[in-house]
């Protein structure tokens, strides 16, 4: 029996479920790879002139895994230094189901309603996996997308939160020059991504529902320390008097914390960002934060602390990645895994023995 | 005039001072020099004799920054180690106040009372500046001291909550070998030092006031996450009460909590170390934990687990070492920082071009 007549071969079946069509996407693709890339030159001035498509192609490089993308990346954010640290830098973190996107929606409209430019960003890890970054459905924030003095960005994709994270550092820099003064930065709360944003921002700003329960994950998380302001979103109808009394639990929650030092004492306020009640008192929130941080020279130190957390934290995360991923380390790691495993070796043993074949 | 007559120099004061004679402390003094050390062979042999004076020798060799003594240490620890990891270790902390002193000798006496050898060590990072670590006061524990049956040896001393920990660990080893079945492990709590601790017990045991007011500190810094028991102390006369309700308080909060890997569901007890009440009873669910967890294989897992923490940690901290301690990349961070300061480049640069000077 022939058995190749009765099963056809992969590739003759995808040709039956694949009509040989050329797809509008296919087209597109191709399309898209013709366009031969901007050079670094045309990219920069694009960018200082507030070009948009120069923005993105940049990001796409910043973002980009091909180290010859990285290094033109790096000329372009040298050239783009000088233009930079000329904005507000806003992070906003909740829960999912918090309200973020309409929230960040409402926000924007306000922002560019007083003539801002508001660059959107965010920072998810996870977005590679599951690709459920809020930012990623713009449909939920279908006025600011539309807005020409709104730019959004979904979050870079990536295995670890440091890189995610330092790849939305350098995309911000490319937005200031492009001329954005206010820079939103947005994380869905997964593991230490709070900490991430709170680390490249100048102001944070929690947002919370009330009565949802989750107050001692924010205690625990430390999350609720690094506010500098936490809204109580979804402050209407029924809601409204809980928000309320919320709000007072969390003035009385924030008193046990010490003081910090920027003297800015964090506010509690309530909003309700689908029916744009509450966004403009945070605004002027955030405006009274700056300009009293700015007069005590909080704000330039904290950018300096950053920028050096940041160099910091980009050698030691180099570091390991350099030790940890070389082929002969690999090897013996797993051995020296063994030895332990089976009481045969120390900890402190191994580690010499591993360091030694550096 | 001459000065020289009317102001003695600081060598004739000091002749005029400290008579010529020789104190009982230098004489003891000479004598400490001139004792030759022992050999790593006869450490080891005395060590797995139960010889405390080879232990205490052996443990000041861990302790030691000469890398001579380390080499003998390690020479030592290596033959210990088939020996060792034949014990509970218990981990206790609670902030100052909370009776740990007198916790710890209540503890012990009842333990040596059942015929258990217990070594009671401490991890202190603070030591070596405030030299306030309570078992340097080892008045408080009048009759442990003076009991036969128990080792109490105070925190190393050093810089790095790394360093003190890692000596601490290799204590561990030591004093099982030398026939300690019982391992408690005290820490103050100064910074993340419960985090260490934990990382190197089996049983974790938090002390805590009623009413104290610091289960907001507790909550933050995870210590509450990690207690594996939760022991109210000082509930005697007028705390009785409330210690009572405290410890229905720290059940509810247990209960918001994650159930742990060990399967194990934490318990909260009221005791009170100086009537020695609520002590045998602590010890009763120890000895549950102990058998609860052996039998579900995790405590061996846990056990490697750890190791492989201690084996990571251990290279980490190197590989960072090594690299800041260069003085070559010292000065040149130094001037990448000024870089970074007059905002002429971003920390990723900055990052890149110091970790070229490899």
Known sequence: MNTKSNKPTL??????????????????????????????????????????????QAITLVESKNSRHLKKAN?????CLPHANQSIRI???????????TFIEAFGMHLTALN????????DPSSSIT???????????EDLVKNKSAFIRPSASGNSLGGVARKTRETIILCEAAGFDTIVIETVG????????HSMVDFFLLLKLAGAGDELQGIKRGIIEMADTIAINKADGDNLKRAKLAKVEFNRALHLYPEKSSNWQPKVVICSAINNEGVAALWAII????SKTSKNNYFEEKRKAQNKYWLLQTIEEQL?????????????????????EGNKTTPFAAAEYLLGLK
């Open 320 to 340: 390991k990645s350099d030790f940890f991923n070389s082929k002969k380390i690999k090897k013996e790691l797993l051995k020296q895994m063994q030895l332990i």
């Open 190 to 197: 997964v593991g230490q991504s709070e900490t991430a944003v």
């Open 11 to 56: 590739k003759e079946n995808k040709g039956i479920a694949q009509p040989q069509i050329v797809s509008k996407t296919a087209i597109s693709n191709i399309k898209k790879k013709r366009k031969s890339p901007l050079s670094s030159e045309k990219l920069i001035k694009g960018i200082l002139e507030g070009n948009i498509t120069a923005l993105s």
């Open 91 to 101: 992070g906003i973190t909740g829960v999912p189901g918090v309200g973020k996107s």
């Open 287 to 290: 405006e009274d934060y700056f």
């Open 75 to 79: 000329t372009i954010l040298k050239a």
């Open 131 to 141: 690709r459920g970054s809020i930012l990623g459905d713009k449909t939920r924030m």
């Open 116 to 123: 801002k430019k508001v660059a959107v960003l965010a920072v």
